[in-house]
């Protein structure tokens, strides 16, 4: 009778988490963004939906989603857009009552595409105007081409301004660090890289804000950290070590950025039973004191069995300033983007990768 008792009062604890529990959805816009959500999806991530849209009816038939979108009976025929950015955002505003019915029952709504194509381009900020209409935190994951993909770059920095109108907050992915760090993998694995960092981003905001804490972030400490706008980064590490998961999380090879003038910041950190007060005092102000005083600063902290004498560390910063972009695209402004073609002249020259890859 006890044991009854005491199963019942677990299922139940369990059914009111649940029901608590933020709603999240990755949308994959485009190639790139839906072969992220193929991957999440395989995953299989707990408390999140997949959903993939495309114009190239081909392609989407290959992903594995939760919900697919065919961006593709009014302008397309199903076949792409060709590259053609302007094309992708005219669709999907075309799908725009389709699109609203898939995004407005969550509470978190991450955008991931390409930059620099067709309909991830022009898709992901229309997405994230009509998660954020209906209430949600939109935050887009989106990664940058080569440098030497000359137009497409002009096409994803068109992208990014257009993101900072819509999305509370953009999470930069540069291609070309891909070279720096993994440059004799094949192609598919090496992107497979980008893909696993996109997986690793969602999973550690899910479970940081989804999961009892002894000091507790939520969902409401979350929002107010994302609705500050610009630019964010994920900091993510694991060591037993108090000092050297600070500096692998913030000397991520993948993420090149700038952490002056940082607005915000979300800090968790999980440790096994023998975490102690100054070790995890030691990681939270290792990563603060790269802030400014000024910055708006959450920390949480949870006590995992399972971890023994593992540190995680788990932080999204905001308002930072990523190099593969000119700052200016990152102004916390909600003033319209420029025209699609008004934007060539604001492309500033950049840095040349190949010259650090080493042989």
Known sequence: MLSKLLQEALESERDFEAHLAPKICVVGCGGGGSNSVHRI??????????????????????VKADKRLLLAERSTGGYGTGGNAELGEKVAYEFAGEIEELVK?????????????????????????LARQHGAVSVALVTIPFDIEKSRFKTAFRGVS????????????????????????????????MDQLIVEVVKGITETICQTSMINLDFADFRNIMIQGGASTVLYAENEDAGKVVMEAITNPLLDIDFEGASGAMIHI??????????????????????????????GARIDPDLCDTIKLMAIVTGVKPPCLPNHAFAP????????NELDDLVETRRDPFARVSE
Do not use: C
């Open 162 to 193: 257009k993101l900072r109108e819509h999305a509370h907050s953009t999470i930069m992915l540069d291609n070309n660090r891909l070279l720096e760090i993994v440059p004799k993998l094949p192609v598919e694995q090496a992107f497979m890289v």
């Open 333 to 340: 402004s909600r003033d319209s983007a420029p025209p699609w």
């Open 41 to 62: 999806n395989g995953v299989g991530l707990e408390g999140v939906d997949t959903i993939a849209m495309n114009t190239d009816k081909y392609h989407l038939a290959q």
């Open 270 to 299: 999980t440790g096994g039973p023998s975490l102690s007060l100054r070790k995890a005092y030691e990681v939270l102000n290792g990563v603060t004191e790269k802030l400014s005083d000024a910055a708006h600063i959450k920390l």
């Open 105 to 129: 029952p969550y509470d978190i709504v991450f955008i991931t595409a390409g930059m620099g194509g067709g309909t991830g381009t022009g898709t992901a900020p229309v997405v994230a105007e």
